[in-house]
T-cell receptor
Framework: GAVVSQHPSRVICKSGTSVKIECRSL??????MFWYRQFPKQSLMLMAT?????????EQGVEKDKFLINHASLTLSTLTVTSAHPEDSSFYIC???????????????FGEGSWLTVV | GENVEQHPSTLSVQEGDSAVIKCTYS??????FPWYKQELGKRPQLIID?????GEKKDQRIAVTLNKTAKHFSLHITETQPEDSAVYFC??????????FGTGTQLKVEL
């Protein structure tokens, strides 16, 4: 079964509005989660590191005020795309490492990903 | 930070032939190198990985080699099948946390 769950899988929003994407760790606690963005036919690019109970760490070139990350619990990180524009349309995906909490041991798992379309 | 280059960007092989994809990385501190297969619109699927203390790892038709000195690693797929057609990404990481991905290789296995 899924170890990292992401929701929604697809979302369409109007330009100027905000949209929230959730990433949950199932059956393990994730003090750190990672958010990636993938434009069509391109690679996955790390946007930010989500840290439970503290501020996220953003990669160079990623606007922290536009991509709000909240990691308020050990099993949930959220990415909010604020004032979305068509150029923000992309595949957003999260990941987390299970450490030693699951039999799989120190394994990176990805969420299902979320397709965002801004119209 | 880490930078990962991947070649080729596209690769077409005949069914049954071998396919090789190569990656280089820049940060000598990276110690974990996974390979992912990704189908359109889906999450990356780990197909094989290697740690920096190992030079080669094999899993059935798939193998990965790592040259730490040269900072490059390669994916080898033997006896390719049509279902191997997909986009493949290499990645580099320190201690299996954040990943720096290569640019991807579109593999097409032709009948």
């Amino acid at each position: 079964g899924a170890v990292v769950s992401q929701h929604p899988s697809r979302v369409i929003c109007k330009s100027g509005t905000s949209v929230k994407i959730e990433c949950r760790s199932l059956d393990f606690q994730a003090t750190t989660m990672f958010w990636y963005r993938q434009f069509p036919k391109q690679s996955l690019m790390l946007m930010a590191t989500s840290n439970e109970g503290s501020k996220a760490t953003y990669e160079q070139g990623v606007e922290k005020d536009k991509f709000l990350i909240n990691h308020a619990s050990l099993t949930l990180s959220t990415l909010t795309v604020t004032s979305a524009h068509p150029e923000d349309s992309s595949f957003y995906i999260c990941s987390a490492n299970t450490g030693t909490q699951l039999p799989s041991g120190n394994t990176i798992y990805f969420g299902e990903g979320s397709w965002l379309t801004v119209v | 930070g880490e930078n990962v280059e991947q070649h080729p960007s596209t690769l077409s092989v005949q069914e049954g032939d071998s396919a090789v994809i190569k990656c280089t990385y820049s940060d000598s501190a990276s110690n974990y190198f996974p390979w992912y297969k990704q189908e359109l619109g889906k999450r990356p699927q780990l197909i094989i990985d290697i740690r920096s203390n190992v030079g080669e790892k094999k899993d059935q038709r798939i193998a990965v080699t790592l040259n730490k000195t040269a900072k490059h690693f390669s994916l080898h797929i033997t006896e390719t099948q049509p279902e191997d057609s997909a986009v493949y990404f290499c990645a580099a990481s320190l201690s299996r946390n954040k990943l720096t991905f290569g640019t991807g290789t579109q593999l097409k296995v032709e009948l």
